[in-house]
């Protein structure tokens, strides 16, 4: 059986590793099969290409899409999209700079909470990768205005707090009908707790395939979502959610894969 881990997350989005790296770190787990599924981009696959050719692991195209369903974020994974897609690269260019403008709003809250920090710090540090809080609260950690980096998000970045901005609205019926148009197809990231009434207008609005192994799900959420994916004929994803240096990552990495049948499940379905 070949090993499958199809979530991770490089230095293009919120990662600590490169796709190099990673890569490098995958192969030292033994999977065989990841797809790289960076926040909001896909920029980590031209050298991920490369350097999976030089591992031998089989790289499925891929990113984790930000959406809004009735204004509950709902993360979705998409698969096998041509990362060549216009359509696709001029949505997720769009995206990159409403990201970037919003870390500038975040960044003008906290100066005017007093810290000393600046746009060009943050960029410093975020370099080209599709910029998030997580960047803002490793650059508030390193200008040790943090005493580490989950206080950030408790005293100023997390969703109730006072330097929180929310990224623009993007609905998941207009990031599903993208995916499908970039030849992927689509799944529900990390459902775990969903309200059902979501998850229920997502599987009408047309979703391939649900995220069932999580590194966040309970053996009881596991298989609540496998027994929703056979009953309405879905397709199933699972992955480490990979970050390194997470909570858990070390663990994590090269424990969560699914079976390569999943994925013949979903290559099928392309055809
Ligand atoms: P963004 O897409 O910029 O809103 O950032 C979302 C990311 O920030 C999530 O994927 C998490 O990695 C991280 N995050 C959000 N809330 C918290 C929190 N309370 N503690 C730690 N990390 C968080
Ligand atoms: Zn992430
Ligand atoms: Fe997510
Ligand atoms: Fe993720």
């Not at 359509?87 to 975040?106: G, M, P, S, T």
């Not at 059902?196 to 009881?220: F, M, N, W």
Request: aromatic share 10%; with cysteine; charged share 25%.
């Amino acid at each position: 059986m070949l090993k499958t881990d199809l979530h991770m997350h490089t230095t293009y989005s919120d990662g600590r590793y490169t796709p190099t790296e990673l890569i490098e770190l995958a192969h030292s787990k033994e999977l065989q099969v990841i797809s790289i599924t960076d926040h909001d981009s896909i920029n980590a696959y031209k050298e991920a290409f490369e350097a999976a050719k030089d591992y031998n692991i089989e790289l499925i195209t891929g990113l984790e899409i930000s959406t809004d369903i009735e204004d509950t974020e709902v993360h979705l994974l998409a698969y096998f999209v041509d990362t060549k897609g216009e359509e696709l690269n001029k949505y997720l260019d769009f995206f990159r700079e409403e990201r970037f403008q919003r870390a500038k709003r975040i960044v003008k809250k906290l100066q005017n909470l007093g810290l000393k920090i600046t746009i060009d710090d943050v960029m410093d540090l975020a370099k080209n990768s599709a910029i998030g809080r997580p960047h803002i609260a490793s650059t508030l950690l390193e200008l040790k205005l943090v005493s580490n980096f989950y206080q950030a998000f408790d005293l100023y970045l997390g969703n109730n707090a006072p330097a929180y901005e929310r990224k623009i609205h993007v609905s998941a019926q207009s990031a599903l009908k993208l995916i499908s148009d970039a030849g992927g197809l689509s799944f529900i990231a990390h459902p775990g707790g969903m309200d059902e009434y979501i998850l229920t207008k997502l599987i009408k609005a047309g979703v391939d395939g649900i995220e069932v192994l999580h590194p966040s799900h309970s053996r009881y959420q596991i298989k609540f979502y496998r027994g929703i994916v056979n009953q309405y004929c879905l397709l199933e994803s699972g992955g480490s959610d990979f970050h390194g240096g997470d909570k858990g990552d070390d663990v994590n990495f090269g424990k969560y894969y699914i079976s390569s049948a999943k994925i013949e499940a979903m290559k099928k379905m392309l055809v």
